[in-house]
């Protein structure tokens, strides 16, 4: 219970850079507020809302986010029945991100299962918008936000997230020709396209996964929320 | 923000297409098992993704260069969390080392 506490703790501060960033970027506060509540999956936010910052097309943005959020469908194929019926299943299922699921798998028995997730996933629920408006608020009060290096603060944050899933060295690699990839095309391509670009560097995984270790069981990545 | 009308249009389609997906692996369960090399694939993709914009949003700006001043917060920000400083120290030092490099006028 007290790493859920820390967890949604942690998540409503990635909610408030993730408000400050999304007004600097020139977004009124309902965008970052209605996605927070409504997509609520950080990762992907982050992603729309630089994609459609850089000028790129919003609906690209989207497929991008999606791409990113697509991993909740073998969290769904992983988890136990977790969420119930009814009504319990709408919610439970909007509920469903990385954290909560890494909490319910980490559980030994069917109750304890479904109480951490959806302590997690309710915490989350309240924590990620939470944060995102009183970011958003604050974010609008500050006028000169280049001063403040909040423009810096986008990457460093998504570098953060992502760095736990960098530590393997095969994705460190595929993310690093994927990055090389988006930058050498910024200067030709319409923005926000050089980023998708970069998916070609997935083939590195696919040409050198046969041989991976199966041995190890697939960790949800904790750190795209 | 440019065109309001498309940017909801994008927000609704990720919102939604986030919420099939959630839903769709509960419904599969029973019926389909998905291979643990396809998931660490989308998980590898969605990485990849990030980490390029990553990259273009620490050092690019429009079709150019961002100039040193952000790149140069973003990698002590970077440094921190692989040494697995805290969220909130690496957050607050990147935007701290950027705006302290253009307090000194780089920019």
């Known amino acids: 219970m007290r790493d859920i506490a820390l967890t949604c703790l942690a998540v409503l501060f990635i909610g408030l850079s993730y408000g400050a960033i999304a007004v600097a970027s020139g977004f009124p506060l309902w965008v970052p507020a209605a996605q927070s509540v409504l997509v609520l999956a950080g990762a992907s936010e982050f992603l729309f809302i630089g994609i459609v910052a850089a000028a790129g097309n919003p609906i690209a943005a989207a497929l991008a986010g999606l791409l990113v959020n697509a991993r909740h469908l073998p969290y769904g194929l992983a988890l136990p029945d977790v969420t119930g019926r009814g009504w319990r299943r709408l919610l439970g299922t909007h509920v469903m991100n990385d954290e909560s699921v890494v909490f319910a798998l980490a559980q030994d028995e069917l109750p304890r299962k479904r109480a951490a997730y959806w302590a997690c996933g309710l915490g989350v629920l309240i924590c990620w918008p939470g944060g995102a408006v009183l970011g958003a608020l604050i974010g609008s009060a500050v006028h000169d936000t280049s001063a403040f290096g909040l423009d810096a603060m986008f990457p460093a944050v998504i570098l953060a997230l992502i760095m736990p899933s960098l530590r393997d060295r095969l994705t460190l690699r595929a993310a690093l020709a994927g990055a090389a990839i988006a930058l050498i095309a910024t200067p030709f391509l319409p923005a926000g396209l050089p980023v998708l670009l970069a998916l070609v560097a997935v083939l590195l995984l696919v040409r050198e996964q046969p041989a991976a270790t199966p041995e190890q069981p697939s960790q949800p990545e904790q750190a795209a929320r | ?107």
């Open chain 2, 1 to 107: 923000m440019k065109d309001t009308t498309l940017v909801v249009a994008g927000m609704a389609t990720l919102a939604a297409g986030t919420y099939a997906f959630r839903l769709s692996g509960q419904l599969l369960r029973a019926r389909i098992s998905f291979p643990p090399r396809a998931e660490k694939l989308l998980e590898g993709a969605a990485v990849v993704l990030l980490a390029a914009l990553v990259a273009t949003t620490a050092l690019t700006q429009g079709h150019g260069f961002a100039g040193l001043a952000r790149p140069a917060g973003v990698l002590v920000g970077g440094v921190l969390a692989w040494r697995k400083a805290p969220f909130l120290v690496v957050v607050i030092a990147a935007a701290a080392t950027t705006a302290v490099l253009r307090l000194l006028g780089v920019h």
